[in-house]
């Protein structure tokens, strides 16, 4: 049977945002002999081939089926770590480094763990200015404004405290100011690179 690689083209490189993911909450507790097909795809909506995945007594058995390739499995494992006060928490045990993980993220060789398959978060990559921004954006969303600093002020949400309204309106305000400065810096690089551009004709 073949790997991973010989029959999905384009495995998962780059941020986890990127690939497709198994996390331990959608799976933990389902019934033993549940079967679930799915189609991989890429972006622009390329096929990569399809998985059935089964579920057994703490375990998820996946069967990887490329276009053009023989068919081959995958077995994860679940553990069950105890808790401090009692009882116990399902994890996804990493088939490479065997170590418990809440999320497996697609590899070239199957599931594993974002470290096995060499990933980074996506905030890893962002400027000072995206993070300004996303982070804008979500204090929005909770408010229930329109997304885009552009937009402006709303109103207060109803059934929110005034207090944590003026104090999210703040912090807000602050992230907007700080992706307004980052990308005003980033705009006197631009021109001063123009400039010596410029002068160097």
Known sequence: MGGFGSGFQGAAKGTTAET???????????????????????????????????????SLVLTFTPPNSAAWQQTI??????????????????????LHCATLYRGRYGYACRTCNGLNYPSTRETRADRAIRRADKIRARLGWTPGILNGHE????????????????????????FMGATWHRLRKVDARLERLAGSR
């Not at 109103?155 to 700080?178: C, I, N, Q, S």
Request: proline share 6%; net charge positive; glycine share 10%.
């Open 77 to 98: 494992q679940i553990a069950h770590a105890p808790c401090t006060l009692g009882g116990s928490r399902p994890w996804f045990a990493c088939p490479r480094c065997w």
């Open 155 to 178: 109103g207060k949400p109803k059934g929110m405290h005034w207090r944590t309204f003026m104090r999210l309106v703040a912090e807000h305000d602050r992230y907007a100011d700080a």
């Open 20 to 58: 497709d993911r198994l996390c331990i909450r959608d799976w933990a507790n389902r019934a033993p002999g549940l079967e679930l097909y799915y189609r991989l795809t890429r972006r622009g909506g390329l096929e990569l081939g399809r998985v059935c995945i089964v579920t057994g007594h703490d």
